[in-house]
């Protein structure tokens, strides 16, 4: 699958941004798709997931609460409702996708093990 990541942008702490991710390729409601980030100068990791059928959804600590994952199978889209920003927030994002995982399993999958990303999209937030 291909996937396309979209909606970032400059917002000041305590916005909102929706992000989405197309996923290209056949069989998409079968895949569990989750978000990542990558930080200036950290490391790519984990944010949310959701489930093939949008049933589970599993958040990293930082985000539990504010972020929330959701999809539309009939538009092959995934979205994140990232509410109550703060500059911490501040990264390019990307999601991924895998084939019958749970959400938190696909959390523990170091992001170097993902042989391919699709275009992030970056998130600014201003202090």
């Known amino acids: 699958v291909q996937l396309q990541a979209s909606g970032g942008g400059l917002v000041q702490a305590g916005g909102s941004l929706r992000l989405s991710c197309e996923v290209s390729?056949?069989?998409?409601?079968?895949?569990?798709v989750g978000w990542f980030r990558q930080a200036p100068g950290k490391e790519r990791e984990f944010v949310a997931a959701?489930?093939?059928?949008?049933?589970?959804?599993y958040y990293a600590d930082s985000v539990e609460g504010r972020f929330t994952a959701s999809r539309d199978n009939a538009k092959n889209t995934v979205y994140l409702q990232m509410n109550s920003l703060k500059p911490e927030d501040t990264a390019v994002y990307y999601c991924q996708a895998r084939q019958g995982l749970l959400p938190s399993t696909l959390a523990t999958i170091p992001p170097a093990n993902f042989r391919s990303w699709g275009q992030g999209t970056r998130v600014t937030v201003s202090s």
């Open positions: 959701i489930s093939w059928s949008g049933g589970r959804t």
């Open positions: 390729g056949r069989a998409f409601s079968s895949y569990s």
